[in-house]
């Protein structure tokens, strides 16, 4: 039917597409799980910056896993059960259930610590969520190299699920562009230039490149357009496959571009990710051999790994040991549960679409408190505000100064002379992503109650390592405030004390 056709155009998701962002997402959780690995006592047991009496006094934290114990190992034994379930989804084995523990641990672990959370810890969130419901196994994984599923019988998959997720990836770039409201966007166009002009972020292309205002005038108009009217190349009713193949390359360009002259973290690798199930069929078929011969060699391997019986034949491929065919009583539970489950997708996507429409200011809640604090529940709580309405002004670098009890000075991240002066790279200062988040938080009053215990873990730190007239007497978190002007002006550097501690 024709209606069926404009739908699939819209809506439909190859399979090896499909299988391409399991992969990848499961890569970026390995990734993730690598960056916090290091930090595994400092962020995630009770002897770190966070004790769970802390944070529970201090907070109302969801259910985790996380929080039932705080020792060294239980954090590490969920760790590796979620870097075990991440490696199964990589290569497509149980993949249902790998997914689902994967999204489960992945809430757990952000709920543990939520001073860590980053803009790319909400995007890995929120598309795990829809990477549950969605059929990734179907091709190019070993459950269906081992016959546990059928193989597909149309070009591309149509449902619930995909239709939730293509509505949550747009709803990324579409409210992000839609905060931006500010002037510098709009009428200035200097919102790119005050974003790159951001120390604690910017990598030497980005300061390079903001030399020339031209440039970042016209950069600023295109993330702007692209942002709010980019997404429509991924639903067009006609000629879809140059659509998507489009609006591919220039959103993971744009997120190539933010990686490559700022320091965001892992959230140019889950954009790019998410933005796989984008590939369309003919992008596919345009060279189909390499991608055959790799999934018949999937498939060898597989089965030569477990000695099971190997199929060389073309696409498509009838598994030796498919399930038999439903019953009757069970082909009808089955389609009911289907459907079932398909309107709820449905219904939970209407939710977050209006959760998304209450983030902008300016209008009643549409949300009733009751479906917002369920998408709360769910871990699809979301707010694309990056550089929205308008990017920080508020620029600087911290200063972790200790006096010891010979009196000396030091600075304790570094080791040496606490100096205030300006270091060469702010960025390097902070680390990965993991600390840059910390600090970054910790500046702001909201998360003022936190600074205490971030000291005293330093200091014990500290103190552990070094003899008695080396041990920390006091210790000031200052922060060296700068104010970023336009014309390429900084205002002089203003030391705030955001923090003293005695021991």
Known sequence: MPWRKILRNMFGLDWRSLALMRMALAVVILADLAIGAQHLAAFYTDDGVLPRTDLIAQTNPVFSLHLISGSWWWAAGLFGLEAISAVMMLVGYRTRLATVVCWFLLVSRQARNPLLLFGSDIVLRVAMFWAMFLPLNRRLSLDAAWGRVRPPMESSYLGAAGFGAIVQFILVYLISGVLKSDPVWWVDHTAVYYALSIDIYSR????????????????????????????????????????????????????????????????????????????????????????????????????????????????????????????????????????????????????????????????????????????????????????????????????????????????????????????????????????????????????????????????????????????????????????????????????????????
């Not at 993971?252 to 959230?267: D, H, I, S």
């Not at 014990?460 to 041990?471: L, R, S, T, V």
């Open 204 to 503: 030497p292309l980005g300061t390079w490149l903001n030399q020339y205002d031209g440039v970042t005038a016209f950069l600023t108009i295109c993330t702007l357009y692209l942002e709010i009217y980019g997404p429509v190349l991924f639903i067009l009713p006609v000629a879809s496959a140059w659509g998507r193949l489009l609006g591919f390359v220039l959103f993971a360009g744009l997120q190539v571009g933010f990686a490559l002259t700022m320091q965001m973290g892992l959230f140019w690798a889950v954009m790019i990710a998410f933005n796989l199930m984008f590939l369309p069929t003919e992008f596919w078929n345009w060279q189909p051999k390499p991608v055959d011969r790799f999934e018949r060699w999937w498939r060898f391997s597989a089965n030569s790994f477990f000695s099971l019986r190997i199929s060389f034949q073309k696409r498509p491929i009838n598994p030796p040991n498919l399930p038999p065919p439903d019953g009757w009583l069970t082909k009808i539970l089955r389609r009911g549960g289907a459907l079932v489950r398909d309107a709820g997708l449905l219904g939970l996507t209407l939710v977050i679409v209006f959760y998304n429409i209450d983030t902008v200011p300016g209008h009643d809640p549409l949300l009733p408190r009751p479906l917002s604090a369920l998408v709360d529940d769910l871990g699809l709580d979301q707010f694309y505000n990056m550089f929205a309405p308008s990017p920080q002004t508020v620029d600087g670098w911290f200063v972790l100064r200790a006096w010891l009890e010979n009196g000396r000075n030091v600075d304790l991240r570094t080791g040496v002379t606490a100096t205030l002066a300006k270091p060469d790279s702010v960025a390097d200062t902070y680390g990965d992503e993991i600390n840059a988040s910390l600090l970054i938080d910790l500046t702001f009053d909201d998360y003022a109650q936190f600074r205490e215990n971030y000291l005293r873990y330093l200091a014990a730190q500290w103190n552990e390592n070094h003899p008695p007239a080396e041990q920390v007497k006091t210790l000031e978190m200052i922060f060296m405030q700068q104010i970023n002007g336009p014309t390429h002006t900084k205002s002089a550097p203003a030391p705030i004390v955001l923090w003293t501690e005695n021991f």
